[in-house]
């Protein structure tokens, strides 16, 4: 599991880490491992060029000490002092005994890169006008951000004007929120996690890996029937809109279910894509209503949840959806939809989707799986988890479709419906990495990718 924690829960474990080690030794193992990143990302030392823009705290020392590492691997590092009666002193003599040297920024050279130590948790969101003026100098050189790129904000991945945009974050002891949650998880580019020996405490987010969905996956025996794997039943399309029948039924038939009955007005179209699918009403471990129901969907919800089995509510389901509804729903919004569920503009919940699935998962009393390109999965008692699986050119017609059929049918195979949510984001961004190949995808080809994509997490 990828653990991201808070500010505070950061400082606590640090505090209490610092108390048992010499002074300044945390700082030394942050700073190496930001120095050794660099050089990797650099591909070497010898000859290269590196700038360091250093703010007031202990995140400018950091960067002042992976200078001075830098600078005895033969890299030429100069440093803009953005308060330069406040910034680190130690760090700054350890730069200036390895030959790095202080610049005002107008006179520093080309680097090959940016060495972003303006703020770290300790900063407030946004950038002042003189750390942009100095990352504007040179603003198409690649930025490795230390701890978190500047200006974001810390525990909620929002922010408020200006910011860092970086090639890659290295950070320390843990995640923090922003590093996995959008739109501050967009600013930092591939993250690199230094352990500093911090003992922490639960995640205030995590991010599933693929050892977390493997171990979450049924696993049929041999004593296994299709009904004991879990029947899911798909109440989706209409006859206008069959497509969306079509796709939720593939999504549910990915295998993880042992049978899909679809319950709804486009029959004959899904039984010629998926003759193994029953039709009619009759008992099921777990619904999916919604997608493409049009009129219908809100009656398919309430047949739905009478039935006191996992619900999982999408598309024109979603406004018709009881207000506390209760936690065998899985409510799965995009940003536009659930916009309209809590009557809010659809930029707020752009600028901040961890917070309104919070908030939405309380309100409904509901599991809530906001989708996006880091999709957020909300539990009512405050967990959440970030997908970060998946690629650009899923964002196509019908793949939200697919997700719902997925989770369908990981709740009807006795999933919890945080788990199934979470795991089926997961492999549904998986199977579109697999479909895409690097190029464009269908919603049907996701689908088909979904038993590879489980192959794979079963053999490593
Ligand atoms: N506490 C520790 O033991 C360790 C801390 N580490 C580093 O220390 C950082 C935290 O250091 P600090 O608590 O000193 O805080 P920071 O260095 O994150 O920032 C605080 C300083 O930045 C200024 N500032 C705040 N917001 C700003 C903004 N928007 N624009 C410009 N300046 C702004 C403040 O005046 C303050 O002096 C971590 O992110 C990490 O990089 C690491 O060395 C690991 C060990
Ligand atoms: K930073």
């Not at 202080?102 to 890169?113: C, F, G, K, N, S």
């Not at 006008?129 to 690649?142: I, T, Y």
């Not at 899985?330 to 536009?336: M, N, Q, R, S, V």
Request: charged content about 20%; some cysteine.
């Amino acid at each position: 599991m990828l653990r991201a924690h808070t500010v505070a829960q950061v400082r606590a474990a640090e505090d209490a880490l610092m108390r048992t080690l010499p002074e300044g030794a945390l700082m030394q193992r942050a700073a190496h491992g930001l120095a050794y990143a660099v050089l990797d990302f650099l591909g070497g030392g010898y000859g290269a060029k590196v700038l360091l823009q250093v703010g007031a705290g202990n995140n400018g020392g950091d960067a002042l000490y992976a200078g001075a590492v830098l600078a005895r691997r033969g890299v030429g590092v100069e440093a803009v002092l953005l308060a330069p009666e406040r910034a680190h002193a130690e760090g700054l003599a350890a730069l200036e005994a390895a030959y790095g040297r202080v610049v005002d920024v107008e006179d520093a050279q080309r680097p090959d890169v940016v060495v972003d130590g303006i703020v770290g948790i300790g900063g407030t969101p946004g950038l002042r006008p003189d750390a942009l003026a100095a990352l504007e100098r040179f603003s198409e050189v690649p930025v490795v951000a230390v701890d978190l790129p500047s200006g974001v904000d810390a525990d909620t991945g929002e922010l408020a004007g200006p910011h860092v945009q970086a090639a890659i974050t290295v950070t320390f002891g843990t995640h923090k929120v922003a590093l996995l949650a959008d739109p501050a998880a967009a600013a930092a580019g591939a993250v690199l996690l230094v352990d500093i020996g911090l003992e922490l405490p639960e995640a205030a987010v995590e991010a599933l890996q693929s050892e977390d969905v493997a171990a979450l996956l049924p696993e049929p025996g041999g004593e296994s029937q299709k009904y004991s794997r879990g029947v899911v039943g798909v109440r989706t399309g209409s006859e206008r809109y069959p497509g969306a029948a079509v796709l939720s039924v593939a999504g549910a038939g990915c295998g993880l279910a042992g049978m899909v009955r679809y319950d709804g007005g486009a029959t004959d179209q899904v039984l010629a894509a998926h003759p193994e699918t029953v039709s009619g009403a009759g008992r099921v471990q777990a619904w999916v209503v919604g997608s493409g129901g049009g009129d219908q969907a809100s009656d398919a919800l309430t047949r739905s949840l009478e039935d006191g089995v996992p619900v999982v509510v999408d598309a024109d389901a979603l406004t018709a959806t009881p207000r506390p509804v209760g936690r065998h729903a899985i409510l799965t919004p995009h940003a536009g939809e659930l916009a309209r569920m809590l009557e809010v503009p659809r930029e707020d919940v752009e600028a901040a989707p961890l917070r309104h699935a919070r908030e939405a998962a309380a309100a409904y009393d509901a599991v809530v799986l906001l989708k996006g390109r880091r999709t957020v999965v909300a539990h009512p008692d405050g967990r959440a988890r970030i997908n970060t699986t998946g690629v650009p050119w899923l964002a196509t017609a019908g793949a939200g479709d697919v997700l719902a059929g997925l989770v369908g049918a990981l709740a009807a195979a006795g999933l919890e419906p945080f788990d199934a949510a979470s795991a089926g984001a997961w492999l549904h961004g998986a199977a579109a990495t697999l479909a895409s190949h690097g190029g464009p995808l269908r919603a049907s080809a996701v689908a088909a990718a979904l038993p590879q994509a489980v192959r794979g997490l079963r053999t490593p």
